[in-house]
């Protein structure tokens, strides 16, 4: 299993653990694909996971660069048009997962970590 399926798995299961409900992983469409799509009591949660072997630069505004947070803004426009859910609350939030060699995962939770409007 690949670093990035490994830390997008265990960030699915972090995110259940919240009371999170799943409701699509590696949404994909013309605009774009997006880690994991999940309902946090109402507002549907647009995630971005991150996964390193060492916490360096764990920081999302330098892994979510302005480029990224464009195609995952196109993504879930998308995403809300094509499931007619244009008129829930959608936050976008970043999942960092630290994989080391040894030793136990680690993962930080950036809730809300950009919004349509930010810059850099």
Same mark, same amino acid.
């Given at each position: 299993?690949?670093?990035?399926? +490994?830390?997008? +798995?265990?960030?699915a299961?972090?995110?259940? +653990?919240?009371?999170y409900?799943? @409701?699509?992983?590696?949404?994909?469409?013309p605009?774009?694909? &997006?880690d &994991?799509?999940?309902e946090?009591?109402?507002?549907?949660?647009?995630?971005e @996971? /991150?996964? %390193?072997r060492?916490?360096a630069?764990?920081?999302p505004? #330098?892994? #979510?660069? %302005?480029? /990224?947070r464009? =195609?995952?803004? %196109?993504v879930a426009?998308?995403?809300?048009?094509?499931?007619?859910?244009?008129?829930r609350?959608? +936050?976008?939030? @970043?999942?960092a997962? @630290?994989?080391? =060699?040894?030793? /136990?995962?680690?993962?930080?939770?950036?809730i809300?970590a950009?919004?349509?409007g930010t810059?850099?």
């Amino acid at each position: 299993m690949s670093l990035g399926s +490994r830390g997008e +798995r265990l960030a699915a299961r972090f995110l259940k +653990r919240l009371g999170y409900r799943i @409701v699509a992983r590696n949404y994909r469409c013309p605009a774009g694909e &997006i880690d &994991i799509v999940a309902e946090d009591d109402d507002t549907l949660v647009f995630t971005e @996971v /991150k996964s %390193r072997r060492s916490d360096a630069a764990a920081d999302p505004a #330098v892994n #979510v660069d %302005r480029r /990224k947070r464009a =195609q995952l803004i %196109r993504v879930a426009r998308f995403y809300l048009l094509d499931k007619s859910a244009h008129d829930r609350p959608a +936050r976008f939030d @970043v999942v960092a997962v @630290v994989i080391p =060699q040894r030793g /136990k995962p680690a993962i930080e939770h950036f809730i809300d970590a950009f919004s349509p409007g930010t810059r850099i």
